[in-house]
């Protein structure tokens, strides 16, 4: 099941094409992250999404019920735009019940699913605090929990952690993972290493289109991919071949001393080769560290070199 779909959408200003025929799906109960350069059109998608722009031509499909309706997607679908900000007059707990209000909910049901999610980001002690009192990250962390207010099932979160310190990075990483089962988010970062750490999918967006779209342990390599760090050159990499199972392949690179082993993805486990392949390695070289597949910011690196010489 999907929950959401987007074909050929198209967002003009102008001459200029911000959307120039994205396509995506997103599966129902995953994260899905979108990455891509400034001005790729990912805010564009999501604000197109969400009702606040007209799209030029194209269909959206939110939930299996068309495009963004008020009266259709209350209370099932909510955003964290880039650059929102809070009514400073206001307090966390009483502006979250007010939106939760606002999406259908009963007061009792708004004030325990408000004061659920501000204990969730670690602002249970600031309910009645004013928000201008409030520190930028603490602002940041008010409106990632009015996103979850009364459970929604799809939630798009541009740049949501920005402005954030490293620990509660951390924990707002957490907090999304604890989430991916029960409801769908999508996540647009600049910062690849959060977008690995809690999607399962990603899709690179560039000038408007979606150009690459899959599950990230197979766009990283990780089921199919073992990087090993060597303390020195290996002696017989031939020896080496020998004693993994066929469809394997090493390839060593001596200036990094990283020895590259792939293997057929889903007919053996990173176990079976490492069973195979440590002893004979640790007797010819040494071993310092193994790395399984690589980091989703080499992939999107190595993609973004291959569009650009082509």
Do not use: W
Not at 40 to 47: D, R, W
Not at 193 to 220: M, N, P, S, W, Y
Not at 243 to 265: E, M, S
Request: some cysteine.
């Amino acid at each position: 099941m999907t929950s959401l779909e987007i074909r050929d959408l198209v967002k003009c200003y102008g001459a200029r094409r911000a959307l120039d025929g994205l396509t995506l799906t997103v599966p129902r109960h995953t994260v899905t992250g979108i990455v891509g350069s400034n001005g790729a059109g990912k805010t564009t998608m999501m604000m197109t999404v969400a009702g606040f722009l007209r799209p030029t031509s194209g269909s959206i499909n939110l939930l299996g019920q068309g495009p963004f309706d008020a009266e259709i997607h209350n209370g099932r679908f909510s955003i964290l735009p880039q650059d929102s900000e809070l009514p400073l007059a206001s307090r966390p707990l009483e502006l979250l019940v007010h939106y939760g209000r606002l999406q259908g909910l009963r007061r009792e049901e708004a004030l325990r699913s408000a004061k659920e999610m501000l204990d969730a980001v670690h602002l249970g002690d600031r309910l009645h605090s004013p928000i201008r009192a409030l520190s930028h990250g603490m602002r940041k962390r008010v409106m990632m929990a009015q996103c979850f207010i009364g459970r929604p099932e799809l939630v798009l979160l541009d740049e949501p952690l920005s402005g954030l310190d490293p620990i509660e990075v951390a924990h707002m990483r957490g907090f999304i993972l604890q989430r991916k089962s029960r409801q769908t988010i999508m996540i647009s970062s600049h910062n690849l290493h959060d977008i690995e750490q809690v999607c399962d999918h990603v899709a690179f967006v560039e000038k408007g289109r979606t150009v690459r779209f899959a599950r990230i342990d197979e766009l990283t390599g990780k089921s199919n991919i073992l990087s090993y760090q060597l303390a020195s050159e290996p002696s017989d990499i031939p020896a080496l071949m020998s004693v993994l199972p066929d469809g394997a392949t090493l390839d060593f690179n001596p200036a990094k001393r990283i020895l590259i082993c792939r293997y057929p993805a889903g007919k053996f486990t990173p176990q079976e080769i490492n069973h195979a392949l440590l002893p004979a390695l640790q007797a010819q070289c040494g071993l310092i560290s193994i790395t399984q597949g690589n980091s989703l910011e080499d992939e999107y690196l190595k993609h973004s070199l291959r569009t650009k010489r082509s």
